[in-house]
């Protein structure tokens, strides 16, 4: 069965750094996109930075740009999300989420396979 791990959340104080893992597993391919998405309380779930693993492109929320840095090792199915200069408005529950088929990186959940389990990530002021 194809599965997704999330780790690395946390509570940080405002302007510190976390880095979570999305670990994939149960697929053979090597071509896919993985996407992380937030919830934020009260607010609806968006997309935060995607990748796509056959060419590296990425794709990135206005709000995180030069702030998160997604990367991933194809091969180990394994992506990260580097966060830095963390700021309140980032509290949230983080998911990844796996699309095997079209791997264009998008902003549309239902273009998403599979998801994680979420990680919280916690930013106090």
């Known amino acids: 069965d194809v599965q997704l791990q999330a780790s690395g959340g946390g509570l940080v104080q405002a302007g510190g750094s976390l880095r979570l893992s999305c670990a994939a597993s149960?697929?053979?391919?090597?071509?896919?996109?993985i996407a992380w998405f937030r919830r934020a309380p009260g607010k609806e779930r968006e997309g935060v930075s995607c990748v796509e693993t056959n060419d590296g492109t990425t794709l990135y929320k206005d709000s995180v740009k030069g702030r998160f840095t997604v990367t991933s090792d194809k091969y180990a199915k394994r992506v990260y999300l580097q966060m830095n200069n963390l700021r309140p408005e980032d509290t949230a529950v983080y998911y990844c989420?796996?699309?095997?088929?079209?791997?264009?990186?998008?902003?549309?959940?239902?273009?998403?396979?599979?998801w994680g389990q979420g990680t919280q990530v916690t930013v106090s002021s």
């Open positions: 989420a796996l699309k095997l088929v079209g791997l264009s990186c998008s902003w549309y959940e239902f273009e998403y396979d599979y």
């Open positions: 149960g697929f053979t391919f090597d071509d896919y996109a």
